[in-house]
């Protein structure tokens, strides 16, 4: 049967998404309109139908600088209190990072060799990154892990673009024309693809935005809101892994909300939808966006929770099935399903689509790609077979908790 396979470039670089995509190194072009992780429902309704996202207006900014060494911040505390260490943005910050020391940690032993190349970047307006990338490891495929702190300005068509959806405008708001907006986004994206077909792919994303009202120009209101998520994109069902994964995600929820787990568990079979194939990604996890409604210290502590949990949820299952053995066929189905994942980024995900149509730098784009794909023609796996188990949790999904 006729077969086609794609390779995704090597990189350094992994763009803050499953919604989502930040700045980049090195860079080129001295445009950008602010980070694409911050894309969300509201501005694709806004755009009206047939398209996805139509980007914003680009706004001048300064190159992106590489650094040698990883400063203990990107905040500037002369910038005013909102970047003091002791502020939201810099707690925040100072989560991801420690959640991109521990999650990295955990991948290379789990590799028992691989090691993370790390790029470090600055924005002399404000802010920086650090970007990490492990590939062709014994265990891991390709696994990227990065963190993005950026603030500055943003054009007006990009504010209302980034306006929470559960914002509402008043009439004098709606008739509001400012100038460039002040912003500050923040947020840990990672995807990690393993070699073994039994050991499932990790996504997971945790972000924080803020807006203010532009110095001179009185009547924008102040936004902020928090946004992320973690969810498995198996080959193979092994349940008592999916079940436990599922656990992990529904405990973080439930020291905060009991109403999280089954409202974030939909919101993550909803998005991750491949509309053209009728199918999910993978079995899910937990997704939720433009969280602003609770008490902001509360969803910090929640989002913390979150991210502190991807190393107990995943890296037990990875340490299970990295050394199962499998054949050729195996390797088959995990490579038609990473197509699926390639379709899912490359046409729905709001972080790519809108990196693409903006001109950013396509290596970052692209890193949360695997290395390889497949796609078969018509390819249909024999009813009651292992595969087809898959294919039919990813068409109707389940509870499985």
């Known amino acids: ?41 509201t501005s694709v309704r806004m755009m009206g139908r047939g398209s996805h996202i139509l980007p914003p207006k680009a706004v001048a900014i300064e190159k ?14 002369s910038d005013g209190d909102n970047y003091s260490l002791s502020s939201v943005r810099g707690r925040f910050e100072k989560m991801i990072r420690d959640a991109q020391d521990c ?48 603030y500055g300005v943003m054009p007006p068509e990009a504010y209302r673009a980034a306006k929470p959806a559960s914002s509402t405008d008043s009439s004098s708001d709606l008739n509001y024309k400012p100038g460039p907006v002040p912003f500050f986004a923040a947020g840990i994206s990672s995807v990690l693809h393993p070699k073994n077909p039994f050991a499932p792919t990790l996504h997971f994303n945790y972000r924080y935005f803020e807006t203010d009202a532009p ?21 193979y069902i092994f349940e008592e892994d999916v079940k436990h994964f599922h656990s992990v995600q529904k405990s ?12 974030f568990k939909k919101w993550c079979d909803d998005y991750f939808y491949i509309k053209h194939r009728g199918e999910r990604r993978g079995l899910g996890g937990i997704f939720f966006d433009d969280l602003n409604d609770y008490d902001q210290e509360m969803l910090l502590s929640f989002a913390t929770e979150c991210a502190n949990s991807v190393v107990p949820a995943y890296l ?44 950013g730098r396509i290596e970052s784009i692209l890193v949360s790609l695997p290395l390889t794909a497949r796609w078969e023609y018509d390819h249909q796996p024999e009813e009651g077979s292992e595969e087809w188990k898959l294919l039919d949790a990813c068409i109707n999904p389940k509870e499985w908790i």
């Open 215 to 235: 110095k001179d120009t009185p009547g924008a209101p102040r936004q902020w809101w928090f946004g992320g998520g973690t969810d498995l994109t198996p080959a």
């Open 103 to 150: 999650v990295c940690q955990a991948i290379e032993a789990a590799d028992g060799g691989g090691k993370f190349k790390e790029d470090v970047w600055s924005r002399p307006g404000g802010g920086g990154g650090i970007s990490r990338v492990l590939q062709d490891g014994a265990v891991w495929e390709k696994a990227g892990v990065n963190v993005s702190v950026v």
């Open 1 to 41: 049967m006729p077969t086609a396979t794609l390779s995704s470039s090597s990189l350094t670089l992994f763009p803050l998404s499953s919604s989502p995509t930040p700045p980049r190194i090195p860079c080129t072009s001295t445009t950008l309109t602010f980070p694409s992780f911050l894309v969300k429902p």
């Open 316 to 359: 037990p299952i990875i340490e299970k099935r990295k050394d199962v053995p499998f054949t050729d066929r195996h390797k088959a189905w995990q490579q038609l399903r990473r197509g699926r994942y390639v379709e899912f980024n490359l046409v729905y995900d709001r972080g790519t689509t809108f990196g693409l149509k903006t001109g």
């Open 64 to 77: 992106e600088t590489p650094e040698n060494e990883r400063p203990s911040t990107f905040l500037r505390e």
């Open 252 to 263: 973080a929820c439930d020291k905060f909300d009991p109403s999280f787990y089954p409202r």
